[in-house]
């Protein structure tokens, strides 16, 4: 994906985050069936789990943290991108490209930590997980919008 389909994307994805954000215990209650949904997936042992969860979590908070500078850098500039300068949009730009470093950066880091706690079978079968919990979320909220 090219970078101008990325910033056109952007602006979708921090809205659906804001709904989440806004969302309150439902968002607990979706964590807690991610959890499971993991658990579950990767069949993580006691002990596994218990090195493998705060190192997630970890994670987590990194990129939630990411995405809410994404918010605030981004959430209403984007709505008056005709109101735009050239010089705001290359700061806007630089901004998007640094925080997309930061994201890249952390993800390595991550894989590096897991490493530590799960073999790297598991750390295939997490990535696959996220995805498949994410497309589950995505048709039960599209069904209860009655668009699917």
Known sequence: MNLK??????????YALGIFAQQGPGRERI?????AFITEQLSLSREEAQLFWPVYNAHEQKI???????????GGRLANLSQTSPKEAE???????????????V????IADLKEVIPALKIIKLFRAEESFKKKLLQQYQKRRGGG
Do not use: G, W
Request: charged fraction near 30%; glycine fraction near 0%; charge should be positive.
């Open 64 to 74: 939630a943290d990411i995405r809410k500078k994404e918010r605030q850098q981004f």
């Open 31 to 35: 964590k807690t069936l991610k959890v």
């Open 107 to 110: 993800e390595q880091d991550f």
């Open 5 to 14: 389909n990325k910033l056109l994307l952007l602006p979708i994805l921090l």
């Open 91 to 105: 700061v806007m730009v630089a901004t998007y490209a640094k925080l997309q470093s930061e994201k890249h950066a």
